[in-house]
């Protein structure tokens, strides 16, 4: 925001000079002016910071073998050199290395909040968020709140930065907190200055901003931090001329006088230069040649051209109306050959932002038409999902239709077996009352067959053979017939597992299958009830249940 306001001050010089006599442009002065801006351009890393950067480089090479410790602080420098510079991939490319060799917990904190920087200043906030967010991330290990503070405080800025002010106080009065609990002036003042910076962003009511600002100011004149301060007076005399508040300009203005012998900070002394001149406060003149003097000195002018824009408007306005007038035109010949230039890389900017906005153009309209394919190819590739799903699902539907459809037949089976079973058991039941019958017939022959003449009596006896051969060897077939039209492969099943069972062991196990108890198969045997449990034991022992506590019918229906 501040730069915006020192370049939108000079272009209203420019404009205004426009309107001005100009020299002769085929003037060889002017010329040589050009010249002399071309080659301050050119030489542009002979200035201050390039020294640095050469020099830095030089100590980490000496380092990297001998003291680890100070290569990596070396390379944090080198990549904060960098950015200072404008040279923000060779910052990042160095940070990048840096964080690659170190495991340092601090040095990575240095690393995130550098490379924070430095993506800010690249204006690519997003990922500037990132490196800020992972710095909070491992600083849960640290538990440093200062950090936490300062991290939070820049996650603001930035957010300011997009213009996104609510969110941005958000941030900086969470920062505000922490600073607050932990008496950390230095962040207090910075959260607070911010918050004044926003207020004045926003245009919002001067009560507000003169509240943040002078709490700011507190605690920077608390922690004698001068070139914040001097930065802050700065803003505050350009607030203060926007409402019209002469008085409280005037104030800060002398502030900034006395304070500025005592600031080693060039830039700011250089945009507080261009305010004063650009307000009118031409009696500060011997102050700001002064100032332009040291920054010409010390490089800072080969490295700023607005600044140097200013410098010699400035001194041509002073030259002029003190009638220096081949002064005057060295200065405007100087002045002119910057401002080309300055137009002449504007231009240069604008044709170069054409030529990236076409090619950018290009390369979305190849990346529509390519995400296009893709969805295109993801809608047929979800359309044959979806067909898949369907046919599974009606697949899946017929075959639980197919296996409801079995099983209801399966009980309509078992219902009907079981029910030919009770009849079998029921007519088992009628025969057993036959065979009781007979027997008592039998018997009462047996008994009246004694009184009987010798004929008679083989007669009778010949009788009760007759009905004990007929009703064993009826008994016997039907049950035979019934029991194997309604449990058809019982005996087959039977007869593959066990092979060595007996015709009456078979006979046994079809009355155990039906449930009969032993009283009703010795009744229907004709045996005692010992024999039939005798014969029971002998068959649990062919079918291997000796060892089990399986009831032998229920084996045998299960088998």
């Given amino acids: 925001m501040k730069r915006i306001i020192v370049v939108f001050f000079t272009l209203i010089i420019l404009s205004d000079f426009s309107l001005a006599q100009s020299p002769d442009s085929a003037n060889p002065k002017a010329a040589a002016g050009s010249n002399i801006i071309e080659s301050l351009i050119k ?32 390379m944090l420098k080198l990549g904060s050199l960098y950015m200072e510079t404008g040279k923000f991939d060779a910052s990042l490319q160095t940070l990048d290395e840096l964080s690659r060799t170190t495991s340092n917990d601090t040095m990575r904190l240095k690393i995130y909040y550098t490379k924070a920087s430095v993506y800010r200043l690249a204006m690519r906030y997003d990922e500037a968020i990132d490196e800020l967010l992972s710095l909070r991330k491992l600083n849960l290990k640290v538990n440093d709140q200062t950090i936490e503070a300062y991290a939070l405080n820049q996650i603001g800025v930035i957010y300011a930065m997009q213009k996104s002010t609510e969110i941005a ?147 041509y306005k002073l030259e002029i109306r003190d009638k220096n007038f081949e002064e005057a035109l060295a200065s405007y010949e100087k002045y002119k050959s910057a401002t080309d230039s300055l137009y002449m890389r504007i231009n240069t900017e604008k044709i170069n932002i054409i030529e990236k906005n076409y090619v950018l153009e290009k390369e979305q309209d190849a990346l529509k038409r390519k995400n296009q394919q893709r969805l295109s190819a993801s809608i047929i590739i979800l359309l044959l999902f979806m067909l898949v799903i369907v046919l599974l699902v009606l697949i899946v539907v017929n075959h639980r239709s197919r296996i409801r459809k079995a099983s209801q037949e399966q009980h309509t089976l078992q219902t009907k077996l079981e029910g030919k079973n009770k009849e079998m058991v029921a007519y088992l039941m009628q025969l057993i009352k036959i065979k009781e019958t007979n027997n008592k017939i039998i018997s009462y022959l047996k008994t009246n067959s004694r009184n ?90 062919k079918l291997g249940l000796t060892s089990t506590p399986t009831p032998i019918n229920s084996f045998l229906q299960n088998l």
């Fill in 452 to 541: 009987l003449k010798k004929e008679e009596s083989q007669l009778v006896n010949s009788m009760i053979a007759d009905l004990r051969d007929n009703a064993n060897n009826d008994f016997w077939t039907d049950f035979n017939l019934r029991f194997k039209d309604v449990n058809r492969e019982f005996y087959q099943k039977l007869n593959d597992q066990y092979p060595t069972l007996t015709l009456n062991e078979h006979r046994l196990c079809a009355f155990l299958y039906l449930d009969m108890t032993t009283k009703e198969i010795a009744n229907i045997t004709g045996q005692s009830i010992d024999s039939i449990n005798l014969a029971r034991t002998r068959l649990r022992r």
């Fill in 169 to 315: 106080e958000k941030y900086v009065n969470e920062s505000l907190a922490i600073s607050i609990a932990n008496n950390d002036y230095t962040c207090m003042a910075n959260a607070y200055s911010n918050l004044a910076s926003f207020s004045s962003d926003a245009d919002s009511n001067i009560v507000q901003y003169c509240y943040y600002v002078h709490r700011a100011l507190h605690y920077y004149e608390k922690v004698d931090n001068k070139k914040y301060l001097l930065s802050l007076y700065n803003d505050m005399v350009m607030r203060f001329w926007k409402e019209e508040m002469h008085d409280s300009v005037n104030v800060y203005l002398n502030k900034i006088v006395e304070l500025m012998p005592e600031v080693d900070f060039p830039e700011e002394v250089a945009r507080i230069g261009v305010n004063l001149f650009l307000m009118g406060k031409i009696q500060d003149e011997d102050i700001i040649l002064k100032m332009f003097d040291r920054l010409e000195k010390d490089g800072f002018l080969k490295n700023n051209i607005e600044i140097f824009i200013a410098y010699h408007y400035f001194k």
């Fill in 43 to 74: 030489e542009h890393n002979k200035s201050k910071l390039e020294y640095k950067i050469v020099e830095t480089r030089e100590l980490l090479n000496q380092a990297r073998n001998n003291d680890q410790k100070s290569a990596g602080n070396l």
